[in-house]
Nanobody, 115 residues
Framework: QVQLVESGGGLVQPGGSLRLSCAGS????????MGWYRQAPGNKRELVAA???????NYGDSVEGRFTISRDYAKNTIYLQMNSLKPEDTAVFYC?????????WGQGTQVTVSS
């Protein structure tokens, strides 16, 4: 079955760091773009970061310079390194992939930034 599974969420203090992982179930994910979205209560789901099959990246304005997306093609996995975290980063983070005009979503992982 084709699926995405996120991990690495948790509680972190402001200014701290966290690394999220998203593992795809098959090699087809090497052929498409993958990325991270997030959604906080009362807010719309927004793009955090994305990476193409060729490795080109783009970021949402609110995380530019603080977050880094990367991918490991051999493991069918993408990562999100989050530094200088702020309370307003608190949200459920979702992994996303688009391959051959089909969209896949992970189940989400909670990130909470609080003292």
């Amino acid at each position: 079955q084709v699926q995405l599974v996120e991990s690495g969420g948790g509680l972190v203090q402001p200014g701290g760091s966290l690394r999220l992982s998203c593992a795809g179930s098959g090699s087809i994910f090497r052929l498409g773009a993958m990325g991270w979205y997030r959604q906080a209560p009362g807010n719309k789901r927004e793009l955090v970061a994305a990476i193409t099959s060729g490795g080109t990246t783009n970021y949402g304005d609110s995380v530019e310079g603080r977050f880094t997306i990367s991918r490991d093609y051999a493991k069918n996995t993408i990562y999100l390194q989050m530094n200088s975290l702020k309370p307003e980063d608190t949200a459920v983070f979702y992994c996303n992939a688009v391959v051959f005009q089909r969209t896949y979503w992970g189940q989400g992982t909670q990130v909470t930034v609080s003292s």
